[in-house]
């Protein structure tokens, strides 16, 4: 295996590992990153301006698109289109970020994993 497909790898396992650990673990926890005054995802969501149903539908596809990452280790041709999709949804978490006005600093994980997404979509 080259070197570069280990770097792939370790992208994904970053990224999905970082995804399950906000959406799964961390949901109802307060974090430096949340946007807003928020204290957990839901709240979050609110100061966004975005209903419940929305937290739900995007909370489900970012645990899927995760695990889709990590079952692309194994599985051939799984790994970019779920890059990409989790890379949609970043710069998406990204823009809301900027609606809110939140300070870049809150911003920056949507940054890191978009890019972490192009880097797998593209390598």
């Known amino acids: 295996m080259r070197s570069v497909e280990y770097f792939v790898i370790a992208l994904q396992l970053i990224v999905a590992l970082g995804i399950l650990n906000v ?6 926890k307060a974090t430096p990153f949340r946007g807003g005054d928020a204290k957990n995802l839901r709240e979050e969501f609110a100061a966004y301006g975005l209903p419940f149903w929305f937290m739900c539908a995007i909370g489900v596809l970012k645990v899927g698109l995760a ?6 280790i194994w599985i051939h041709g799984m790994a ?3 890059a990409i999709g989790l890379g949609a949804l970043m710069l998406g978490a990204f823009l809301v970020h900027l609606k809110v006005r939140d300070p870049i600093k809150k911003a920056l994980p949507s940054i890191a994993v978009l890019a972490m997404c192009a880097a797998i979509a593209l390598l």
């Open 80 to 82: 970019q289109p779920a």
């Open 67 to 72: 695990l889709a990452l990590i079952a692309a």
């Open 23 to 28: 959406w799964v673990l961390r949901a109802g």
